[in-house]
C-alpha cells in the first residue's frame, strides 16, 4: 500500500487567487494522479503527473488553469488558477501500488472553497 | 467510451439487513474493476481488485463478485460503521484511466 499525505486539508479562496495543494507520499512512485470531486459527484481525473516530464491532462483541463509541477519521486503540486466559485471541489493525490500497479490509493483530499 | 453506473443512488438497512449495490459497466476490454469506499471529507479507501467474470472477493462484512456487465458488492448483516459511500471503477485494457461511477450512498441505522 501507499501513505499519502496532502495540504492544505481545506482552504477558502478569494475569486481570482491561486492555491498550490502538495502531495507527499511514503514511497517512491511512478506516477501520481490529480483528481478532482465536486460536490455530490464522483471523481474526474484531471492530470497525470510523471516525474522528468510535462502532466498529460484529460479533455476539458489544461496546464495554465491546472498547472502541476512533479520534482521527484514522492512528491507533485497541483495549482488552481485564477480561481473562480466553480472550482469549489475536493482534490485528491493518488498513486498506483501493488503487484500490478493496480490498486490505486488516495490521500485525505483538500477541501476548496471559492467565494 | 468507459461509462459505469451504480445503483442504488442511495440505500437505507437496518443493522443486519443484508443487500447488495450494482455496478453496471460498458468498457472495450476489461483490465480490473475496483471497489472503493469513501467517508465523509476522506479520500476513497481501496477495497477489491476484480479481474475476470466469475471472480469473487471477500472482506469481512463484504463480498464482490463480477459478470461481464455488471459487478455487485453484497453486505452481509452490516453494522452502522459500514455506512458510507461505495464507489465501483474500472479500468480498460488501453488507457491507464480508472473511469468511476457516482457511488452509492449507504446508511445503516442501529
Known amino acids: 500500500s501507499a501513505v499519502i499525505s496532502q495540504k492544505p486539508s481545506r482552504d477558502i479562496c478569494q475569486r481570482g487567487t491561486s492555491l498550490t495543494i502538495q502531495c507527499q507520499v511514503d514511497s517512491q512512485v511512478t506516477m501520481m494522479f490529480w483528481y478532482r470531486q465536486q460536490p455530490g459527484q464522483s471523481l474526474t481525473l484531471i492530470a497525470t503527473a510523471n516525474q522528468g516530464s510535462e502532466a498529460t491532462y484529460e479533455s476539458g483541463f489544461v496546464i495554465d488553469k491546472f498547472p502541476i509541477s512533479r520534482p521527484n519521486l514522492t512528491f507533485s503540486t497541483l495549482t488552481v488558477s485564477n480561481m473562480s466559485p466553480e472550482d469549489s471541489s475536493i482534490y485528491l493525490c493518488?498513486?498506483?501500488?501493488?503487484?500490478?500497479?493496480?490498486?490505486?490509493?488516495f490521500g485525505p483530499g483538500t477541501r476548496l472553497t471559492v467565494l | 467510451e468507459d461509462q459505469v453506473t451504480q445503483s442504488p443512488e442511495a440505500l437505507r438497512l437496518q443493522e443486519g439487513e443484508s443487500s447488495s449495490l450494482n455496478c453496471s459497466y460498458t468498457v472495450s476490454g476489461l483490465r480490473g474493476l475496483f471497489w472503493y469506499r469513501q467517508d465523509p471529507g476522506k479520500g476513497p479507501e481501496f477495497l477489491f481488485t476484480l479481474y475476470s467474470a466469475g471472480e469473487e472477493k471477500e472482506k469481512e462484512r463484504l463480498k464482490a463478485t463480477l459478470t461481464k456487465k455488471e459487478s455487485f458488492l453484497h453486505i452481509t448483516a452490516p453494522k452502522p460503521e459500514d455506512s458510507a459511500t461505495y464507489l465501483c471503477?474500472?479500468?480498460?485494457?488501453?488507457?491507464?484511466?480508472?473511469?468511476f461511477g457516482p457511488g452509492t450512498r449507504l446508511s445503516v441505522l442501529p
Open positions: 471503477a474500472v479500468q480498460d485494457n488501453y488507457g491507464q484511466n480508472f473511469v
Open positions: 493518488s498513486v498506483r501500488a501493488g503487484v500490478s500497479y493496480n490498486e490505486q490509493f
